[in-house]
């Protein structure tokens, strides 16, 4: 099953506050990902682990990029999953 096929069912308040995630993730340089392809990793990565998009917006640079860039590098596009024992740090229930 690919990305798209997974169920998109974030709140219109989540999808705001993904949005808010991506663009801040876009002002960095070294971000290339597609728009499209990180708003449909955050919303995919928070049905398989609910995600705080408060706290993952109020991190510091480092904290932002680390969920961030672990949420794309560790989402895998067939199953919907995070994988590689990936745990973001704004999880609702984070296991480091």
Not at 14 to 30: D, G, H, S, Y
Request: hydrophobic share 40%; net charge negative.
């Amino acid at each position: 099953m690919a990305l798209h096929e997974h169920n998109f069912n974030a709140t219109r308040e989540e999808f705001n506050l993904i949005t808010k995630c991506a663009t801040r993730a876009e002002a960095f340089p070294e971000w290339t990902q597609a728009r499209i392809t990180t708003l449909m990793d955050l919303e995919v990565a928070h049905n398989d682990t609910p995600l705080n998009f408060e706290v993952l917006l109020a991190f510091g640079d480092a904290d932002f990029l680390h969920d961030m860039v672990g949420i794309a590098l560790n989402m895998n596009r067939d199953t919907g999953k995070l994988e590689n024992h990936f745990s973001p740090r704004c999880a609702r229930v984070y296991h480091p």
